[in-house]
């Protein structure tokens, strides 16, 4: 089986009864994933953790890297969800007061659960290029750039997408590398404050 195929779910719920059960299975993998680690962690584990049977875990994720492929996709998806909130496009009339608030916003999240999101984070390089995590920064830049268009001036050539690309990236190669190197800085005012200086040094250069 093809590393994409092993971290493919097989189907996607459809019925209430199928979500809950691949709602109990995710909890069981995410309990699982913190108490033993990737490497103890095991189909068989997760399944009786869950209360179902290996067949009924099979239905829906062929392998552990499935389950940690699609823990990751609905970090990915709560994080859109909270950035959300604060990327609706308004005028800014504090730029530094509004990206302090969205690095803080971020670095918060990527506090929760820290065990558990040091796992995946560790374990994403193994899943290889995930199409629905692509697809929710895809979108998180959208909605960054649509923001930063209505309020921020740059000097040309100077191209948007291009800083904003390169700002997403920067900022979550520094929140995950936090998350799993240096784990008691995470939610402290010094992280956001550092990353808040490192976006808008980029954004209003001297």
Not at 21 to 49: D, F, P
Not at 70 to 92: N, Y
């Amino acid at each position: 089986m093809s590393k994409r195929n092993r971290s493919t779910p097989r189907k996607r719920p459809l019925q209430e009864r199928s979500k809950a059960t691949v709602e109990t299975i995710l909890e069981a993998a995410a309990h699982v994933l913190v108490t033993s680690g990737y490497e103890g962690t095991t189909t068989k584990a997760v399944a009786e953790r869950a209360g179902v049977s290996i067949g009924s875990l099979y239905q829906y994720f062929p392998s552990k890297e499935a389950l940690v492929a699609m823990l990751l996709e609905r970090v990915h998806q709560r994080a859109l969800a909270v950035l959300a909130d604060k990327l609706v496009p308004h005028p800014i009339t504090d730029l530094e007061l509004e990206v302090r608030e969205l690095v803080r916003v971020l670095v918060e999240f990527h506090g929760e659960n820290p065990r558990l999101q040091r796992v995946l984070l560790e374990q994403a390089p193994r899943l290889g290029p995930l199409q629905a995590v692509q697809e929710i920064e895809a979108r998180v830049e959208s909605l960054v750039q649509t923001v930063l268009a209505q309020n921020l001036e740059l000097e040309k050539p100077r191209n948007l997408g291009l800083v904003v690309f390169i700002i997403i990236r920067a900022l979550r190669s520094a929140v995950w590398a936090t998350v799993v190197e240096r784990p008691e800085l995470m939610g402290t005012p010094e992280l956001v404050e550092e990353l808040s200086k490192l976006v808008l040094g980029y954004l209003r250069p001297r």
